[in-house]
């Protein structure tokens, strides 16, 4: 039997905490070399792109493959979105799909339980600290709720540059996390906060890095192609520069790829995989004056590990419809 999850199946029992711990998981099997992580495949339809997403993790005991579209025509042709997900989870004894489920909203949330526990590894350590997002979309409220959850936060900021989107994220968000959040006038209100997150559709820089004050952390996790970028030379260059995987960094993301080919920097410029922090192969911070940037552009071992907690929560739960396929 093959359990079958819709999206609200997979809201009713994703809690960013319950994911932050398996993300975590993950990313230390990733840096003990227990994960098996093919880099994505795509292939492109004359409509779109269709892309794979594979992972194994021998230690949690998870398989699976995400299957992500973008066919930017859908809401126009067929009033559907741009971009679907689906997650296929395996038995990994007997190799059968046990479970297809919504890969749409797991997708935000293991995004945000990254950069949590990037937070929580990277971040100063002191209470009442501020958030400020870049972006108010669908990533952007699960970054300001896996922040959240990794610190003591006093209140957060949010820039869009729809106001529409900014005055949806502060109604949603501040009832879910009962914090006080503010609409920023410009990216100059953002960049004052301790902890910064961009996750916009922008693929030009948000802020002028110069401005950055000292010891804030920063969670990059939009721009995910080798010529567009939220963060500009100048940040990356004064930034202790941590990334979710060293390959997918420098085959997918502009924001180092950028002053890589400008001669800004040199391929040292990236300091660990956040696995290595996580497994303390390597220091994360060590004072209160490092700026610390964690670059994220999306592993299929974060969905193998999301997919896992979603489908035994649901099966404790009795939640999804069971199918003979
Ligand atoms: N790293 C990962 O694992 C991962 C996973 C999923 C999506 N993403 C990326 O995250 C980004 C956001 O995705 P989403 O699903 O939230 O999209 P979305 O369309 O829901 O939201 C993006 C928001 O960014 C805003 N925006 C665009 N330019 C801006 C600018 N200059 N300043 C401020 N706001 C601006 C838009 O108005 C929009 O509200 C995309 O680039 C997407 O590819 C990354």
Redesign the pocket.
Known sequence: MTLILNRSDVISVLDMKDCMNVVEKAFAELANGTAVLPLRTGIKPPDGISLYMPAYLKEMGALACKVVTVYKDNPAKYNMPT?IGKVLLQDINKGDVICIMDGGYL??V??GA?SGVATKYLARDESNQTAGI????????MQLWAVATARDLKHATV????DE?MDKFITEMSGKLNIEIKKAKS?ADVIKADIICT????A?P?FDGKLIKEGTHING????SPG?R?LDTEIIKRSMFVG?SREACFSEAGDIMIPLKEGAITEDHFYAELGEIITGKKKGRTDGKTITLFK????AI?DVAAAKVVYESAIAKGIGVEVEI
């Open positions: 971009t997708t935000a293991r995004t990254a870049f972006g108010a979309g669908v990533q952007a409220k820039y869009d540059i729809s989107a990216a996750a916009s559709s922008s030009e948000l996790i939009g721009s995910h567009a939220e979710d994220s552009n999306g592993l974060q």
